[in-house]
């Protein structure tokens, strides 16, 4: 069974740091891309980070680029979300993703996700 869990969330002051996981479980880790994803309320869903299933090539959100870092240790199946200079407009509940083949079928998981506030 597929499973997601993000953790390392919490309340943080304008410019201080966060380092999110996400912990994989239930495919074969190595050879899927991995997503984060945000949600505040009132805005829509927005991609923040993505990383190829060996960690060469990463993307990011024009809104998190240069302060945020996304990683991934494949023998540890956890991929890393690290969160620096953090600015209120940061605020939402994280999520991370992955789209894998289950059995004949492709099927996009979700973790519960973990809520990031940025407040003074």
């Known amino acids: 069974q597929v499973q997601l869990v993000e953790s390392g969330g919490g309340l943080v002051q304008p410019g201080g740091s966060l380092r999110l996981s996400c912990a994989a479980s239930?495919?074969?880790?190595?050879?899927?891309?991995m997503n984060w994803y945000r949600h505040a309320p009132g805005k829509e869903r927005e991609s923040v980070a993505d990383?190829?299933?060996?960690?060469?090539?990463?993307n990011y959100a024009d809104s998190v680029k240069g302060r945020f870092t996304i990683s991934r240790d494949n023998a540890k199946k956890t991929v890393y979300l690290q969160m620096n200079s953090l600015k209120p407009e940061d605020t939402a509940v994280y999520y991370c993703m992955t789209v894998v083949w289950v059995g004949m079928r492709l099927v996009e998981y979700w973790g519960q996700g973990t809520q990031v506030t940025v407040s003074s």
């Open positions: 990383i190829t299933s060996g960690g060469g090539r990463v």
């Open positions: 239930g495919f074969t880790f190595s050879a899927y891309c």
